[in-house]
Nanobody, 115 residues
Framework: QVRVSESGGDLVQPGGSLRLSCAASGTFLSTDAMGWYRQAPGKERELVGGLYGGRVTKYADSMKDRFAISSGRAKNTVYLQMNSLKTEDTAVYYC?????????WGEGTQVTVSS
């Protein structure tokens, strides 16, 4: 059984920074991939970026140069550093691990950007 858990969501002012953490626990030797997604109210879930074979891939231009994804030394943790936050970054942020071809999701952490 693999469990994924995110943390670090908070209320932050526009222009501020926040770091989200995600950890996978359970019995596994390695991960195929790990990534961050987000879902804003009334919108579909979108990919923020992911780590595949150690290489970071970002998908949304609106987050380019503001967000950075990294993994921990233990390789079962992934972080999302968010800088210069905007009100439109308000969303529930989800973490996903792909292990042995199966996806495991966390329950999400709320990020609210507001003055």
């Amino acid at each position: 059984q693999v469990r994924v858990s995110e943390s670090g969501g908070d209320l932050v002012q526009p222009g501020g920074s926040l770091r989200l953490s995600c950890a996978a626990s359970g019995t596994f030797l390695s991960t195929d991939a790990m990534g961050w997604y987000r879902q804003a109210p009334g919108k579909e879930r979108e990919l923020v970026g992911g780590l595949y074979g150690g290489r970071v891939t970002k998908y949304a231009d609106s987050m380019k140069d503001r967000f950075a994804i990294s993994s921990g030394r233990a390789k079962n943790t992934v972080y999302l550093q968010m800088n210069s936050l905007k009100t439109e970054d308000t969303a529930v942020y989800y973490c996903k691990f792909r292990i042995r071809g199966r996806d495991y999701w966390g329950e999400g952490t709320q990020v609210t950007v507001s003055s």
